[in-house]
């Protein structure tokens, strides 16, 4: 269990193995595609400074929901999903009984202002094997960017950071919320070691690309934009129009979620992949 994860980021010293071929895609099923969970992977889901909206996605796995709660991971820590937490208001260092795990969700931003969550978020780095940037607040900050304090009832809470800014981040799922199928995708990925399909997300644990302007910067002004229109696809809050074949962002209405970048099919291009995928 997770053995090859492990492998690949340097936890055991066995070398790699090859990662088993994709099923063909009449046979693909969330359940079927899970080998056999002998010792179910543990998980915990951190709530930081995040709106819950990756911890429903989660839930709207209804086809497969009741047997990943039950028989594929144990959640051993979670205030949402299941009633398993440590924490105490009498006593704030109850958190450092937390167990150990095998990984970590995080949804949302860390308050530098909430000692709690500081406390929480290190606390789980040292107990988990992996830790997992659950959405697009926890990768980059999203809307908490433009937090600057000053509101009721915490009107200093006003730093709000990626948590890789705090704590090193393995893999992240990137969504603002992400999608269901994918945080159903990573959870059998995890259990079956499948390292083809966790490529991207351990790639992208250190993009801070939070903004429509990544796309100018890193895509378009290094001529690689093929002007596919993915990106004003992707991005929910329409502020991205495509002129003349090329991206142009309207700032006003960019929630810094980071979407249109990593959905751009230039800025990670998986020809293995997808070569792979059809057949080639
Ligand atoms: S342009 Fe849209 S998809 Fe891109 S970061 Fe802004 S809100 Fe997100
Ligand atoms: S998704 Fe990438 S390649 Fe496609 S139009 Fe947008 S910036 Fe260009």
Redesign the pocket.
Known sequence: MLARIKRFLGLEDKPKEQAKPIKPKEEESSQQEVEKVADKPKIGYFHLSGCTGDGIALTENYDILAELLTDMVDIVYGQTLVDVWYDDENNPYAIDDMPEMDLALVEGSVCLQDEHSIHELKKLREKAKLVCAFG?CAMNG?FTRYCRGGQQAQPKHEAFLPIGDIVQVDCTIPG?PVSPEIVAKVVVALINGDMDYLQPMLDMAGCT????C??QKNIVNKSLCTGCGT?AM???????EMREGR?E???D?????????T?CPRSWFPTEQINKDLGL
Do not use: E, F, M, W
């Open positions: 697009s999203c603002c690309a939070n903004c429509g990544d796309l990106c992707a991005c929910q809050t329409r502020a991205i991206p962002v309207n700032i209405r960019c929630i810094k979620c980071g979407i249109c970048y959905h």
